[in-house]
């Protein structure tokens, strides 16, 4: 079993991101600005907020982070991106999800300037996905395809099972998957909570894509012998004797799967690291000069 590990992938795209910015900065060129919405004060959107901006600094672009009440309104919240699609300093940015439940997410992700919407939720930008066009691609299939690209992983003609369809990483990682190109042109199956038999159809999986939001829910048994696991997962589970008083855990268990499986993605180390790189990868794109 061999890692696919994440941070180490992400740190080598940030490297070289950062010489990209120095040459381009050197000849004249705009650093690129992100500017990340975050609206309340939950705990893990904060973490996660906090890393991506971090990482901008990293590697040499701008980075602003509006922090706004959790009572915002939507009215509010929706002025808040006219301004942002306005500003001319901002290259692209993101609106953290999830949102309080008095705002309508798909509003928003619709209010944002399909130039400026770095994390490829737009529906103008998931139909360019979806036709092969150049776009944003979402950030976190797309940094499980930079990783899979980045170790060589052969996906030409293999099973792909995708556990999960949501809007965010499923359903995009699935169109990703079955694309022409490399990696893709994999034969792609999309599981969900109405499939039947699923552990029959991950057994067949070459590779394993899982995105469920259950912690630890793959175990050996639904896994093949030999298979690439992807692992999307990320979840603070409870633990007294971690010093912060959880532990990150993801969809599969980590231990048995393991063992069994050609590659597999840790949780923490993971995908998590390769949403970031992805995300710094698309406001590289956004500078327009
Ligand atoms: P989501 O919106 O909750 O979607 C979960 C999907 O899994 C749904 O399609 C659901 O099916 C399916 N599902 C739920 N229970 C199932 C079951 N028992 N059997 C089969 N399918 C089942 O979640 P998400 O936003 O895609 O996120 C998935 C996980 O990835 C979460 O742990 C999240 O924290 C993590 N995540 C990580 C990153 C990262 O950067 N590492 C980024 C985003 C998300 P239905 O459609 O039928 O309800």
């Known amino acids: ?22 040459a381009k900065v050197a000849k004249g060129g705009k650093s690129p600005h992100l500017a990340a919405v975050l609206v309340g004060e939950d705990g893990a959107s904060l ?17 602003s982070l509006i922090k706004l009440s959790q009572s915002i309104s939507e009215e509010e919240l929706l002025e808040e991106i006219e301004a942002l699609n306005n500003n001319s300093d901002i290259d692209g940015f993101i609106v953290q999800l999830p949102l309080p439940k008095h705002i309508d997410e798909t509003k928003i992700t619709l209010a944002v300037d399909p130039t400026k919407d770095v994390d490829g939720f737009h529906p103008q930008n998931v139909g360019r996905m979806a036709l092969g066009l150049p776009t944003f691609l979402p950030a976190t299939p797309n940094g499980v395809i930079e990783l ?26 699935s169109i990703l ?3 022409k190109g490399n990696p893709g042109n994999a034969t792609v199956t999309l599981v969900h909570s109405r499939t039947k038999n699923m552990s029959e159809i991950t057994k067949e999986a070459d590779i394993l ?12 048994d639904m896994v093949k012998e030999g298979a690439v ?18 532990r990150l855990k993801g969809d599969v268990k980590f231990e048995e799967v393991s063992s069994k499986c050609s590659f597999i993605t840790p949780v923490p180390g ?15 794109q956004s500078v327009n000069d």
Do not use: W
């Open 1 to 22: 079993m061999q890692l696919l590990d994440g941070k180490k992938t992400s740190q080598d795209i940030q490297l070289e991101l950062a010489d990209l910015v120095k």
């Open 47 to 63: 973490t996660y907020v906090n890393a991506k901006v971090k990482a901008c600094e990293r590697v040499g672009f701008k980075s």
């Open 148 to 173: 899979l690209k980045r170790y060589k992983i052969q996906t030409e003609g293999k099973n792909c099972v995708v556990v999960g369809r949501s809007n965010i990483v499923g359903s995009p990682m």
């Open 177 to 179: 998957m079955s694309r």
């Open 209 to 220: 894509i899982v995105a469920l939001g259950i912690p630890e829910f793959i175990n050996a």
């Open 229 to 246: 696991v992807i692992d999307v997962g990320i979840h603070r589970v409870e633990d007294a004797t971690a010093k912060r008083g959880f």
């Open 270 to 284: 993971g995908v998590g690291p390769m949403t970031i790189a992805s995300l710094l990868m698309n406001t590289y």
